[in-house]
């Protein structure tokens, strides 16, 4: 006696829906970092830290802007702000990042990623954008919300309104350059390790070693070796390009180094995203 197999229909159909590409691919995947940044569609824990730092980063405005309002007084500019929360922004890419790309690295889903159309290029384009725009709301709100308690408190009316817009515009610049370099750092470091709290301390441990050699180079004898010292650290190569746009030297005196601040951001920008790219060129790969 002969057994038969038996073809059972479980209604397995193929897909004749629209095939939607590289560009699909690439703003699903900027979508979720971004609302990933924020905590949305995660669990409560998820959410605590980078709202944590949103609310104290909102709530040092909002007193910024109460104090003005009363007082007439500019305690922090739009610059100043950015520069005196730098260890907030620190450690919200050192969460950030590590979960955009390091999760992806120890679940194994790069191969499925890149089995699709989606290539290296639109992968790390959809991961440093969504970076740098959680960072740039991250910042750029409460600037605005500066704004707000001083255009509405001035005493020149309109003329006052848009001086004032005309003062916030370079900050919100100087934010997306804050957010630029911070991400590229921090996406570099996390697509190293699929650990993310290896990748976490190793971002930490970036801005942490730099430091203190920026305050050993600035105490030296020589005048330009102390100009030059704010290069050693990503934070101060910010706030040194700050100085020089502005032409502000009571913080940091550059001397007439100015504009090698600004070439060593772009070049270390540059640098970050190309070794980052060359990274899941080489996932992608094997």
């Known amino acids: 006696m002969s057994e038969a197999g038996v073809i059972h229909d479980i209604g397995y159909q193929r897909y004749t829906g629209p095939r939607l590409g590289r560009g699909a691919a690439f703003g699903a995947l900027y979508q979720h970092g971004?609302?990933?940044?924020?905590?949305?569609?995660?669990?409560?824990?998820a959410k605590i830290f980078p709202w944590l730092v949103i609310s104290v980063m909102l709530l040092v405005a909002v007193i910024l802007a109460a104090i003005r309002s009363q007082t007439g007084q500019n305690l922090v500019d739009y610059f100043e702000y950015d520069d005196s929360m730098s260890w907030l922004i620190i450690f919200f890419v050192a969460i950030l990042a590590p979960e955009l790309v390091s999760r992806d690295l120890r679940s194994g889903t790069l191969p499925l990623y890149f089995s699709r159309p989606l290539r290296a290029v639109d992968y790390v384009a959809a991961k440093v954008a969504a970076t740098v725009t959680a960072l740039w709301l991250l910042m750029g709100v409460p600037q605005l919300i500066m704004f707000l308690g001083?255009?509405?408190?001035?005493?020149?009316?309109?003329?006052?309104?848009?001086?004032?817009?005309?003062?916030?515009?370079?900050?919100?610049?100087?934010?997306?350059?804050?957010?630029?370099?911070?991400?590229?750092?921090?996406?570099?470091?996390?697509?190293?390790?699929?650990?993310?709290?290896?990748?976490?301390?190793?971002?930490?441990?970036?801005?942490?070693?730099?430091?203190?050699?920026?305050?050993?180079?600035?105490?030296?004898?020589?005048?330009?070796?102390?100009?030059?010292?704010f290069l050693a650290s990503p934070m101060t190569l910010i706030q040194g390009v700050g100085v020089w746009l502005r032409d502000n030297h009571e913080t940091i005196d550059l001397g007439r180094f100015g504009p090698i601040y600004g070439i060593e951001a772009v070049c270390l920008i540059t640098a970050c995203l190309l070794l980052l790219l060359a990274r899941y060129r080489k996932v992608a790969s094997l």
């Open 150 to 229: 001083a255009a509405f408190t001035t005493k020149d009316g309109a003329k006052g309104v848009w001086n004032e817009f005309l003062d916030l515009l370079p900050g919100w610049g100087y934010s997306l350059l804050w957010a630029a370099l911070f991400a590229a750092i921090g996406l570099l470091v996390a697509s190293l390790t699929g650990k993310r709290a290896f990748a976490a301390g190793g971002i930490v441990a970036v801005f942490l070693m730099t430091t203190p050699v920026v305050g050993v180079l600035s105490v030296l004898p020589s005048s330009t070796t102390n100009h030059l010292a």
């Open 34 to 45: 971004l609302r990933a940044a924020f905590g949305l569609g995660r669990s409560a824990k």
